[in-house]
């Protein structure tokens, strides 16, 4: 049994003796003797980098170009007021243009048609309210 | 009533004379025709042209037969990375490079990129679905010598409503397993622009 064993390991060792020798051997003139870990790097990238050969890489940047600016900031005007224009569709001129606009309309004339609320002092603070915006100034 | 009539009237037939007067003519590719100013067919075709003349006309392919006892090079295409203000294609250009390997018979091209991988993957689907004798093996593919890589750079100047714009495209060959570059074409094209 002991026999059977030893020469077992002493075959597994000459086998894996001959197998390191014969990697030692597959170097070619002036070959790197580590080529084997970069080669272990890239494969496991290759797959991923390869697919996108024929193509092209964009990588394009913004040229400093006086028409192309005029052109874009009109642009940018156009795109703002078309959104400024939905707003408005959307929630009503009301909620830009008047100073007295309540969030719940149907309240108007219930809870605040008050002396409280229609007191000078009160009605003097809301006229501060600015003319342009969002709409967020109501408290 | 009878004014908003004849103004819709003639709204439309406004419109209709507009869509009527869409033309559309085929030109000859090789025609120069320049509208924007930016990169065009001609500029790529200036590309192409001057790139299939000066790379079959080099010295790698004869130095490439002469180490490999006779053997035509292999040639993989890589990236081409654009680096400048527009978005351009190169594949419009190195299409016509390709091709010039091809027709020539001095160059041996193979498939890389998504094509490669579809052919790997119809070779997969025959391993299982083909007749023996039809199906194709696997580890036989031609591995390529050169890399073709290539890059778009440009310059603009510009003033008010005058432009200048420079291209520079550079196309190189490059030894797969010494990494030394064989080749490099370039073709430099500028155009000034009046707005």
């Known amino acids: ?139 | 009533m009878k004014k908003n009539l004849l103004f819709a009237a003639s709204v439309t037939a406004y419109v209709l004379m507009i869509a009527c007067n869409r033309q559309v003519t085929r030109i000859d590719p090789s025609a120069q025709v320049d509208i924007s100013g930016r990169w065009n067919n001609t500029d790529s075709r200036l590309v192409a042209e001057e790139m299939t003349k000066t790379v079959l006309g080099a010295n790698w392919i004869t130095d490439h037969m002469a180490a490999k006892n006779g053997q035509r090079p292999t040639v993989i295409v890589g990236f081409v990375t654009n680096k400048s203000h527009e978005h351009i294609e190169a594949e419009t250009f190195v299409k016509d490079v390709e091709q010039s390997f091809v027709t020539t018979q001095r160059v041996r091209l193979v498939q890389g990129g998504k094509k490669r991988e579809e052919l790997r993957a119809e070779k997969a689907d025959q391993q299982t679905n083909a007749s023996a004798s039809s199906m194709k093996k696997f580890g036989l593919e031609q591995g390529a010598d050169y890399i073709l890589q290539g890059s778009i750079n440009s310059i603009v100047d510009s003033h008010k409503r005058n432009k200048v714009t420079y291209y520079q495209v550079n196309l190189e060959l490059t030894n797969i397993e010494s990494n030394e570059v064989v080749w490099i074409g370039e073709k430099k094209i500028a155009k000034a622009i009046k707005n």
Do not use: C
């Not at chain 1, 797959?47 to 940018?76: C, F, G, M, P, V």
């Open chain 1, 1 to 139: 049994m002991k026999k059977d064993l030893l020469s077992a390991f002493m075959l597994l060792t000459g086998f894996f003796l001959t197998v390191s020798g014969k990697s030692q051997l597959a170097l070619a003139p002036d070959q790197n003797p580590n080529f084997a870990i970069s080669r272990d790097k890239y494969m496991k990238m290759a797959d991923s980098l390869n697919a996108w050969h024929s193509t092209t890489l964009q990588e394009n940047y913004k040229a400093i170009d006086w028409l192309a600016d005029r052109a874009e900031a009109r642009a940018d005007r156009r795109e703002f007021r078309r959104q400024l224009r939905l707003e408005r569709a959307r929630w009503g001129n009301d909620y830009y243009y008047d100073n007295d606009y309540d969030y719940y309309p149907s309240y108007r004339g219930q809870y605040y048609n008050n002396n409280y609320y229609n007191n000078r002092y009160y009605r003097g603070n809301r006229s501060f309210r600015p003319r342009w915006g969002f709409g967020l100034w109501w408290h």
